[in-house]
């Protein structure tokens, strides 16, 4: 099972490696199987791949000694954050070292009246908002898992936030990094903006750990607003809920959330969450603003749905209601894999401009309505992103390759609208050969990068591109 | 006079190549000196530095043909827009051939309901606004001049509306490259967000035309809003001013546009452009919205300002009082410089942390105030970006050394509160040492990544880094 992948070229660590990662690190560097396997697992449908070795990072100059001893000794080092991501990207394709950075994860400063904080790159994106409660602020990208803010960083990442707030890309003011060759830089200054240079904040963002590693990050981040109001709402075709959408920006409304999850996946909510959603196309609103505006908002936002065949908005009012319902939707993604008991995932998502993704949705759900197995849509509509979630019975064969045709159709019918393989999930090992068909020869200019900062290819290999 | 750069490595274009352009481009190649004269001087202080030839470009097409006989040839090319960048970036530091492509000014889609664009590089700022304001769209960066498009993306340009809609990073969805080895590259699909690969759109924003030469950029855009209001209010002291703007953001009004004017500049901008506002420190907002939002927004901050020393807010409430307003903003700079007749100007910028904008701006203006050199301070306080332009009398050499003191405390004073050498002018010949100061070994992956993508540094030489 698993995407094709080139084959392992794995030999045993050397042992004068094993003997100066255990003398710098003691009880933190780990050769036995059980961590070794706890690390080489995916969140989704990839085969196992173990590291060799487990190596727990407490610090910047724990990472450059891991990085100069494996590089000395030709060995692979591959980041490993809370393990969240979907696309195997923390697998070790080629054996090598494992190196857990979740024990870094100190909140190094809070900045209230720059809106920004330093952060250690293991600290989790819930264990950071619910820091910054007190000081009125909060960091608004929220992938589906409590996922680290290094992993994030090494993604891309996104979530419901981001019509609004933006993703990982405008969340990173800067970044310190262990470069390959085991220096320690740092992308840029806390300034709000910058001309100075290239932008190399941006180029490790995304990266997947194989341009350097990431060790602490300076985050933007926000205002909690005065008044917060959520609701949901059905609809009676996907054309009328992203039609409800586009024409809610169009009047300039700043949607500070807005989900769609199909009849689908709704129903693998009610199961999951226990709530009792009407099984239809359905967005999930969030508004943001003074009480007035969010009250205005509201108004022109329900007259639109309203007129795009849309029902009652039913509304969250209390604190609790609310988080409920965002639990809910974070938990999407189990709780449609768990559509079938015993079932393993396979999430994969695409993005396309926002004119296409009625047509882009309703052809992938005609697609996986004739299939046999069960998946379901949802996405961040306001973003033209959107994911499916498979519910793949391991013990037959054949769905696993009905799902990854449906995928690879799912894909190539994005790129033909001009879209992008995926808007927040990364390339790993699972979109490799999209990533070439989307942008061609762009890919060579990205391998010339990956040459240039990690000549003896040590950082992450076979991932990206292998 | 002008920056002190290593001295040029100058040899005349060799024939064959003369004659190749001449043949490819016919009457758009240029070896006549008034037109290289043209392509060699800057806006501000730089020594003109002229390039060999000039090449006027029509299409991607021509750019690869030039990039390609002049890199066989081992000559510069130095990508060229509206002349209009302020720290030298496109001077011919080692002579070649400046390749024009202000004539590369097709608008070539215009996606209302993606809110994006698809321009050639050399369409100006205020043409596509005037062209996309009958679809109730806008492009909201705006730098002081009518750049190009293609250099604003060059020098990651920014301007007033930054504060809520982000600059050049942000705006840019897609670029199309003519990389040095002649291939045309897309850097991304027409997707608003993507985790696919690297990050080439954003290496290549701010690259300053030193990894590739920007044929075509697709844009984010944004809908004219349905309320816009604007305002001056004067204020006591610097401090005022900028905790206005903090407190104003603390409780999440979304300032469309907050630009801070010293006294002085606001004495040369009433000179300028025939205004009779009080010659004092002073805010120039602007406010988006709803009619109902906009009222309460301007409620809010008159409430903050008020607190904080400022005076009565005075509206410009017609289009064409807000249209004034704004153009006398974006001459400011010209206004500076005219303080004295027949002088040259020297602008500079830094951005920091907005905790330290006002004791940055009150130390700047404290060293202003101490000098001979007549100078203004404006900025961008939503950013923590502001700029200093001099007023230099060219027939005093002394003047240029003391405005380069100035300039460097200004700039160190920014690093040491963890800003950045230039919010949004970029490095070009004039901040390269700072570069390096702000920066450390980062500016070596710089470096690295030059050579990897321009391995003959054909492009652009000796701008950022020599």
Redesign the interface.
Known sequence: MGAPVEPPLRKPLPETLVAALGERLGDRFHVGQAMCDEHGRSETHFSPMPPDAVAFARSTDDVVAVVNLCRQAGVAVIPFGAGTSVEGNTLAVRGGVSLNLSRMDRILQV?A????CVVEAGVRREELNAHLRDQ?LFFPIDPGANATIGGMAS????GTN?VRY??M??AVLSLTVV?ADG?V????????????????T??F???EGT?GIITEVTLRLH?I??AISAATCSFETIGGAVDTV?QS????I?LARVEILDDIQIRAVNVWSKLDLPEQTTLFFEF???E??VA?QVE?VGELAAANGGGEFRWSHRTEERNALWKARHEAYYAAVNLRPGAIGWATDV?????RLAECIAETKADLQNSSVPATILGHVG???FHVVFSIDPTKAAELEEVRAINNRMVRR??AM??????????GLG?QE??VE?????????R??????DPQGVLNPGK??S
């Open positions: 900045n009246e720059d809106f920004d009125g993604t891309r990442a996104s981001a933006g993703t890309r405008e470069t220096r830089i740092r992308t840029s200054r806390r300034a709000r903006k910058s001309a100075a240079g290239y932008d190399l941006r180029l963002v995304g990266s341009l205002a607003p005065e586009v920006i169009q009047l300039g700043p943001h603003g003074s007035r505006y205005e022109t993005c396309v401009p926002m004119s973003d033209g992103n994005a790129l001009d879209g992008t393989c995926t808007g927040e999930h990364g390339i979109k999209y990533l989307e942008l061609g020869e762009a890919v060579d200019l990205m010339a990068v990956k040459q240039a900062l990206i591109f």
